[in-house]
């Protein structure tokens, strides 16, 4: 479940490309997800897949003409259009950027558009030819000037055989978009979060590291679930093979210095660091500048030397953590007295808040079992609970925390002015 598509209702358009058949599984992802999904076509999508595919996938009726009519007599496609808290066009064809573009309402896909006040969020599927066409992206810019969100096609094999612009853009990557167009006006809109995540690589030679088994899946979680809620995010990561979220900002930082030098340049203007990564605490002495050879060697002996702590150093550089602005949090991955470790780290490290995780069994596993411990000695023991619910009770004490921040600010103001 991904809690900014729970109690939505996402209106899924859908229109006669061959990727129509991907619209399935969008459909099915984002019900999955929590949404209700309300499906509507036109009738040449119908001839690339059936409404009852939809029907059976979001357990909705799926409109797929102008004139149908719900069973309790409603024009279908008013009531999906007034009912929607997110209009997505997926694909959306050359003809029907055209048709909203010009306000035409001739398809059950086009007329609601026209009916609806949801925000519009469109991928568009066509040939490179079409896609390129001055008319189409025209079409394309005077809906961006209405406030639509697009999904730029990508680059791949086309309908026609071809490879070039044109192909729907990655499913996830759609999802993404209509999470973060959903999510705008959260409680984290305004705020900037810093999150880092993953394992550091600390380089031998060039072509072997020093590493660890994070899978960097909690950071992930963390920036997609506060870019969710509005925060503009940038999200700082070691070693990690998975797909970066969409509407964050990424740096990559492979080694514990990088990861250093990145988290010190973008907290200036941060409301909240969550260090999430697995800094290796230490790197080799030396890195061989060719790879190292077995020959002669039946042994070899690395020597390791200490990396920066980043979190004591960024709690070094900022006033007592009860006179800062900038919320930090870490965690503790332990694999025992996990406690009492944690607790330790908080104090030590000048943090807002820790998250005690036993491991390695959650390193790359998808649920994890966590406490939460803050600075004033409250704890919350969260039973095992997949990675991104356990992100948005991390958000939910940096939201509240922020709100409380911006509270305190407000009424001192107020004293100070004489007013309120
Ligand atoms: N951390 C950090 N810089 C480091 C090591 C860790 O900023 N060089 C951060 C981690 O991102 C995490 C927290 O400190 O948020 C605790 O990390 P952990 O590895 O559990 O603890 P360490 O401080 O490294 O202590 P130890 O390895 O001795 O348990």
Redesign the pocket.
């Known amino acids: 479940m991904i809690r900014v598509l729970q109690t939505k209702t996402i209106l899924l358009g859908v229109t006669g490309s061959i990727a129509a058949y991907k619209a399935a599984t969008l459909a099915s992802q984002l019900t999955q997800a929590g949404a209700r999904v309300d499906v509507v076509m036109t009738r040449e999508a119908t001839q690339f897949i059936g409404a009852l595919t939809f029907e059976a996938l979001t357990h909705r009726y799926v409109a797929t003409d102008v004139m149908a009519l719900l069973p309790d007599s409603q024009i279908a496609h008013v009531a999906m259009a007034h009912r929607a808290d997110l209009f997505l066009i997926a694909p959306a064809t050359a003809h029907l950027l055209a048709k909203l573009a010009h306000g035409l309402a001739d398809d059950a896909v086009s007329a609601t558009a026209l009916d609806t006040r949801a925000p519009l969020v469109i991928a568009p599927a066509m040939e490179t030819g079409m896609w390129e066409h001055p008319a189409t992206q025209a079409n394309v810019a005077t809906l961006v000037a209405r406030g639509a969100v697009i999904v730029e096609p990508g680059i791949g094999q086309l309908a026609s055989g071809a490879s070039g612009r044109g192909r729907l853009a990655d499913l996830d990557d759609i999802v993404d978009t209509v999470r973060a167009v959903l999510g705008r006006a959260g409680d984290l809109a305004q705020r900037k979060i810093v999150v880092?995540a993953g394992g550091t690589q600390e380089p031998l030679d060039p072509v072997r590291v020093l590493a660890n088994r994070s899978s960097g899946k909690m950071g992930f979680a963390l920036a997609a679930g506060a870019r969710d809620r509005g925060a503009r995010v940038t999200l700082i990561a070691g070693a990690t093979s998975l797909r970066v979220p969409r509407g964050v900002e990424f740096v990559a930082a492979p080694t514990?210095r990088e990861m250093r030098d990145a988290v010190l340049g973008a907290i200036g203007d941060a409301d909240a660091l969550v260090?999430?990564?697995?800094?290796?605490?230490f790197r080799p002495a030396h890195t061989a500048e060719q790879k190292i050879k077995k020959e002669h060697a039946e042994r070899l002996t690395l020597e390791l030397v200490r990396?920066?702590?980043?979190?004591?150093e960024v709690a070094s550089r900022l006033p007592p953590a009860d006179r800062r602005a900038l919320l930090v949090i870490?965690?503790?991955?332990?694999t025992q007295d996990l406690l009492a470790?944690a607790r330790a780290?908080l104090k030590a490290?000048g943090l807002d808040l820790i998250v005690a995780n036993p491991v390695p069994q959650s390193f790359g596993a998808d649920i994890e079992a966590a406490t939460l411990l803050t600075r004033d000695g409250a704890a919350m023991e969260l039973s095992p609970l997949p990675k991104e619910e356990l992100a948005e009770k991390v958000l939910d004490f940096v939201s509240a925390k922020l709100a409380r921040h911006s509270l305190n600010e407000n009424s001192t103001m107020a004293r100070d002015t004489g007013s309120g």
Not at 330 to 334: K, P, S, T, W, Y
């Open positions: 880092t514990a260090m999430a990564a697995a800094v290796a605490d990396n920066p702590d980043i979190l004591q870490g965690f503790a991955a332990e470790h780290k490290k």
